[in-house]
């Protein structure tokens, strides 16, 4: 039997030192040696009555390793097991003492665990919850911004030359040197206007049918990680301009793109629309400001796996919502580096958020039923179903008992984040006029 010895490295490391008995490596490999005999072919010999000293000749080497490996492997396990260490992460293993003939194997062990966050009291913790007043220049903003999404695209039949103000039809590609970075089918775009990153500042006077070329120098802040500081050069063909016929904002209006009785209706609705929102971004706000508090309380180093993964994550997430501007295959590795080091920092506080979450969960001895995650399962599934994703497939990888840890973990968090805005003084105030323009106009999203 293995011993093993713990050594506190800091708050997130353990070191273990373990030593295999040199008689338990030693029947490890008499084991292997003799069950490679039965089955190894070696010419001048019988299958099963290959000498040792031959096996050790033409396959010593090879199983040494294997079964050295092999020991430090289950041992490994065997010692996190024994000493209760929960491990996150891959160890680092250095071999102290390889076992030679009749001698031990001893090696160690260095692993990263979860910090044990000693919670300073959260009863009472202060915060504001910036709650906007919606104005009726807010519902006549929103309301303008459904007419103009109603607009509808009028051909223009009396002439066949684009100009500042049209809305074109285009197909386009786009190249970087010789490569394809991007292409669209019958995009419509207004010509025209002084930003020269816009596809329309390059088409006025462009006849219809007609193809043009020119090239978009972006500059190294532009935001778009596969456009930042490229120059790009594009083929566009014009293949019909028009005019945006916008509707009035009327009854008739209200009830083709709101199904309201009228225009007073509608109005009414749509502040309330605004007004619920405004106040689940108040909520939003406060639990925010919440965890801020609680991490400013309570200092603690995390694990650097963790964050990795939360980084790599966060990368992930922003390149699936990218779409069609998703980098080409062989940028993205580029791209991924550049944007895990630019969410380090935000990794970081979302990893420490989590942990300090988890310790309250357990100072209040909050749970999660299998059955409350079956029920939460159907309700992602639901909803999956009415977006139009596939809701057997989000089934199916919650059937993964890890996702169905991550999700338990997840509700512990929220659950726990409940709790202590239950026992905190939460100060409705006026937002500021930088909170008012975030949410804005945004009526029904959640």
Known sequence: MASVQVETVDSVRRRLVVEIPAEDVTREIDQAFSELRQTANVPGFRRG??????????????LRAEVLERLVQDSFIDALRGENIDAIGYPEITTESAAQSGEPLRYSATVEVKPEVQLVDYAGI???????????????????????????????????????????TIDYEARVGDR???????????????????????????????????????????????????????????????????????????????????????????????????????????????????????????????????????VGEFLASMGQRRPAVSQEQEVREKLRAEMEPRARQQVRANLVLEAIARSEGLAVSDDEIAAEIDR????AGASGVGSERLRALYSDPSARMGLRLQILRDRALDRVLEKANVRTVAATLEEKSSVAGTPGNG
Do not use: C, W
Request: hydrophobic share 40%; net charge negative; glycine share 8%.
């Open 180 to 314: 394809l970075i991007g292409k669209g089918d019958d995009r419509l775009v207004k010509v025209g206007g002084d930003d020269r990153t816009e596809l329309g500042a390059h088409l006025a006077n462009v006849e219809v049918g007609a193809s043009t070329e020119f090239t978009i120098a972006y500059p190294d802040d532009f935001g778009r990680p596969e456009l930042d500081g490229k120059t790009v050069a594009f083929t566009a063909r014009l293949k019909s301009i028009g005019t945006r016929e916008v509707p009035p904002l009327d009854d008739d209006f209200a009830k083709a793109y709101g199904g309201f009785d009228g225009l007073a209706q509608m109005k009414t609705r749509v502040r309330e629309e605004m007004e619920a929102q405004a106040g689940r971004t108040a909520d939003a706000a406060a639990r925010s400001a919440i965890v801020e508090a609680l991490l400013r309380e309570n200092h603690f180093d995390v694990p650097n796996s963790m964050v990795e993964r939360r980084a790599e994550s966060l």
């Open 380 to 383: 992602h599934v639901e909803h």
């Open 126 to 168: 202060e915060v504001e919850r910036p709650l906007r007043a919606v104005a009726d220049d807010d519902v006549d903003g929103y309301l303008e911004q459904m007419r103009q999404s109603a607009a509808r695209i009028e051909p223009i039949v009396d002439r066949t030359t684009a100009a500042p103000g049209d809305v074109a």
């Open 49 to 62: 009555r290959v000498p040792r000293a031959v096996l050790e000749r033409v396959a010593g080497e090879r």
